[in-house]
C-alpha cells in the first residue's frame, strides 16, 4: 500500500474537542449556551440513528440539544409551523431537519424557511448564493469536512487538479465550491460525463460523492492523488456469515490505496467529520448570533 490513510475519526475527535473549548468559553465568559435543533420526520432507521448520534455529540459537547421527532404523516404545515417556532428560540442557534423528508413534503420549502443564521447544515438558498459568492455563510458539514481533511493533508490547495464525482447540491456542488474557493481547478463529474476514467486520471484530489459501492478502481487514480471517499454504500458481506452486511466507499479501498498518495476509509474517513463539522457551524452561528468572535 502506498497512500497513507487519512483518520478521519482521529481528526473528528479533535474537532470536537475545539467545540466543546469554545462552548466552555461562551459558557464562563459569556453564559450562553449553544443550542442545535434536530428534527426527524419519519420512522427512517438510517435518520434515526444520525439523529440519535448527533444528540449525543452536542450534549457531549457542552451543548443543548432539542430533538423533535414527527409522525411521517405529518401535514406540511406543522413542520413549517415548528421550524418557525424555532427560528424565533433564542436558546436555539442552529436548526437541522434530517433529510429526505416523506414525499408529500416539498424540501425546498422546508429548507427555504429555516432562519439561514441557523441553517447549520448550509442548505437555505441564501447560504448556497453567499458560499457561490465567496461571503460569509454557513457552509454544508460534510464537504466542510472533506475541505479540513484536504488542507491539514496538503496545505495549500492552489494549482491543483480537482475533480468531484457527484453534483447533488448537499456534497457535489459545494465541495465543487469550495474546492474552487481554494484556487483548485475543479472538475464536476455525474453520470453523464463522457469518459470518467480519464477525467479522474487528471485529477490531483478526487472526491467522490456518489451512492455506488467501490465504482473508482485504483487504475483510475493519479500515482499520489489525495482520495475522499464520500460514500457510505451497504454491501452484502458472506465472509462475516450469512445475511451479514459491510459498509464501503464509492472507491474500491485497497486498488486505490495502491496508487494514491493519501485516502479516507469507509467507514472511519468522511463520516466522523460530517457530525463534527455540525457541531463546529452550531458554534459559528452562536457566536454570530451573539456578535462575538468566531472559532478558528
Ligand atoms: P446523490 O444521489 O444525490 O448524487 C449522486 C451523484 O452521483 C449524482 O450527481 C449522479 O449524477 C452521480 N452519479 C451517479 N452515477 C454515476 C456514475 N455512474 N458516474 C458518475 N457519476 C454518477 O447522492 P449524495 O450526493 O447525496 O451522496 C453521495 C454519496 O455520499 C452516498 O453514498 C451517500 O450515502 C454519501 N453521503 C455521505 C455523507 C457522509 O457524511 N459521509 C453525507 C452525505 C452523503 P447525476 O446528477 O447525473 O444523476
Redesign the pocket.
Known amino acids: 500500500m502506498a497512500a497513507s490513510i487519512i483518520d478521519g475519526k482521529a481528526f473528528a475527535a479533535s474537532v470536537r474537542e475545539k467545540v466543546a473549548a469554545h462552548v466552555a468559553r461562551l459558557k464562563d465568559e459569556h453564559g450562553i449556551t449553544p443550542g442545535l435543533a434536530v428534527v426527524l420526520v419519519g420512522e427512517d432507521p438510517a435518520s434515526q440513528v444520525y439523529v440519535r448520534n448527533k444528540g449525543k455529540q452536542t450534549v457531549e459537547c457542552g451543548m443543548q440539544s432539542f430533538e423533535h421527532k414527527l409522525p411521517a404523516d405529518t401535514p406540511e404545515a406543522d413542520l413549517l409551523a415548528l421550524v418557525e417556532r424555532l427560528n424565533a428560540d433564542p436558546a436555539v442557534h442552529g436548526i437541522l431537519v434530517q433529510l429526505p423528508l416523506p414525499d408529500h413534503m416539498n424540501e425546498d420549502a422546508v429548507i427555504n424557511a429555516i432562519d439561514p443564521a441557523k441553517d447549520v447544515d448550509g442548505f437555505h438558498i441564501s447560504n448556497v448564493g453567499l458560499l457561490g459568492t465567496g461571503q460569509k455563510s454557513m457552509v454544508p458539514c460534510?464537504p466542510l469536512g472533506c475541505l479540513m481533511m484536504l488542507r491539514d493533508q496538503l496545505g495549500s490547495l492552489s494549482g491543483l487538479d480537482a475533480v468531484v464525482?457527484?453534483?447533488?447540491n448537499?456534497?457535489?456542488k459545494p465541495m465543487a465550491q469550495l474546492l474552487l474557493g481554494e484556487s483548485c481547478t475543479v472538475t464536476i463529474?455525474?453520470?453523464?460525463?463522457k469518459d470518467?476514467p480519464a477525467v479522474v486520471r487528471r485529477a490531483d484530489i478526487v472526491v467522490a460523492?456518489?451512492?455506488?459501492p467501490q465504482?473508482v478502481p485504483g487504475d483510475w487514480i493519479k500515482p499520489g492523488a489525495t482520495v475522499i471517499d464520500?460514500?457510505?454504500?451497504r454491501i452484502p458481506a458472506p465472509e462475516k456469515g450469512e445475511g451479514k452486511t459491510r459498509l464501503v466507499g464509492?472507491v474500491d479501498f485497497d486498488s486505490c490505496a495502491d496508487v494514491a498518495g493519501a485516502i479516507t476509509p469507509v467507514p472511519g474517513g468522511?463520516?466522523p467529520m460530517?457530525i463534527a463539522c455540525l457541531l463546529a457551524n452550531t458554534v459559528t452561528a452562536c457566536a454570530r448570533a451573539n456578535g462575538l468572535p468566531e472559532p478558528e
Open positions: 460534510t464525482i457527484g453534483r447533488s448537499i456534497v457535489g463529474a455525474h453520470s453523464r460525463t470518467l460523492a456518489v451512492g455506488r465504482m464520500v460514500g457510505i454504500n464509492d468522511v463520516g460530517t
